[in-house]
């Protein structure tokens, strides 16, 4: 029927389980015909014990509700309650590795003023893990992130996504994997999906908060710096510093930690293999399922 769903997929909707070849939405929803609404990405693991495990799903769902309540849309829920749903839907579908989507959209509005309800909705979909087996071509891109004066982008809002899907589709169409957007002011921001970290000398560097998406794998990222005693410095940097760096990569829920092979015609000298990126990403893996790990 589709890669998301067939005719026993279970959705979490409004309070109840129902299958998504059932669901139904009203055309006339103000998220559907202007991009106003908001949403999560999330994974599940299975565990190194059998288990099944939400990574970050405390910090995903009070990201759901900040992003919610950014752009003045009505939200009830607890994390509490969406966590369990979540559980129980995984359980319903029988899936450990995961990727999980709450939506919160509106009811039907062709006007722009608030309303008084919102809905939700929570789909899962198998995802194994990915962790780059291959490093990826990136293009900075000639599109940047939206202006912040203009949207709150700190928000994951579903209409900022058209920015998003421009940038990845002009990087394809070029030749290169992924694209790499800058700010307004001319500084790197993030991937269409992901943030971006750079290494050189031995520092690791990423984009400050402000213009980009505070991603929860970049707060994971910068946790396991301070763990491991590695220098981390957010700050402004322009896509010319990033070419005088040893390697990059990105981080996000779905791409996970994934490395760049070279940005436009730069080539990352550092090996994969060598860097405080890979090692970042072999540290990840065994976070989100449970392992131990030898830290070397
Ligand atoms: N930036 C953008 C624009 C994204 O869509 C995502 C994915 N949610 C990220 C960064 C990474 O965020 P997270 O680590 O929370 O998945």
């Known amino acids: 029927m589709s890669t998301y769903?067939?005719?026993?997929?279970?959705?979490?909707?409004?309070?109840?389980?129902?299958?998504?070849?059932?669901?139904?939405?009203?055309?006339?929803?103000?998220?559907?015909?202007?991009?106003?609404?908001?949403?999560?990405?999330?994974?599940?693991y299975r565990t190194e014990s059998g288990d099944t495990k939400i990574f970050k799903a405390?910090?995903?769902?009070?990201?759901?509700?900040?992003?919610?309540?950014?752009?003045?849309?009505?939200?009830?829920?607890s994390a509490e309650e969406l966590i369990d749903a979540t559980y129980e839907v995984l359980k319903q579908n029988n899936l450990q590795n995961a990727y999980i989507r709450p939506l919160v959209f509106a009811p039907a509005n062709m006007g722009f003023n608030k309303n008084t309800e919102s809905?939700?909705?929570?789909?899962?979909?198998?995802?194994?893990?990915?962790?780059?087996?291959?490093?990826?071509?990136?293009?900075?891109?000639?599109?940047?992130?939206?202006?912040?004066?203009?949207?709150?982008?700190?928000?994951?809002a579903t209409g900022h996504y058209v920015n998003s899907i421009l940038a990845s589709q002009?990087?394809?169409a070029k030749g290169f994997d992924e694209a790499l957007l800058i700010d307004m002011n001319g500084h790197v921001a993030e991937g269409p999906g992901?943030?971006?970290?750079?290494?050189?000398?031995?520092?690791?560097y990423t984009p400050?908060?402000?213009?980009?998406?505070?991603?929860?794998t970049r707060a994971t990222v910068i946790e396991l710096c301070e763990e491991l005693g590695i220098e981390l410095v957010e700050k402004h940097f322009t896509p010319a510093e990033l070419k005088t760096a040893?390697?990059?990569?990105?981080?996000?829920?779905?791409?996970?930690?994934?490395?760049?092979?070279?940005?436009?015609?730069?080539?990352?000298?550092q090996p994969w293999e060598n860097s405080i990126g890979k090692k970042l990403q072999k540290i990840y893996k065994a976070k989100v399922t449970e392992a131990g790990v030898a830290v070397s």
């Open 5 to 44: 769903y067939n005719q026993n997929t279970i959705l979490y909707y409004n309070g109840e389980y129902l299958k998504a070849a059932d669901a139904r939405i009203d055309l006339y929803s103000q998220t559907f015909h202007y991009g106003y609404g908001v949403f999560e990405g999330i994974r599940s």
């Open 58 to 77: 405390v910090e995903h769902y009070d990201r759901l509700r900040a992003s919610a309540e950014a752009l003045n849309m009505p939200y009830h829920w």
């Open 119 to 156: 809905h939700i909705v929570i789909a899962v979909w198998e995802m194994g893990l990915f962790l780059g087996e291959k490093n990826l071509r990136v293009m900075t891109s000639p599109w940047q992130r939206p202006n912040p004066l203009g949207f709150k982008i700190h928000a994951k």
């Open 170 to 172: 002009d990087a394809k």
């Open 194 to 204: 992901a943030n971006m970290f750079y290494e050189k000398d031995g520092v690791v």
């Open 208 to 216: 400050s908060l402000g213009n980009i998406l505070p991603g929860i």
């Open 246 to 269: 040893d390697s990059a990569f990105f981080c996000g829920t779905a791409a996970e930690v994934v490395g760049f092979e070279s940005l436009d015609d730069y080539t990352f000298p």
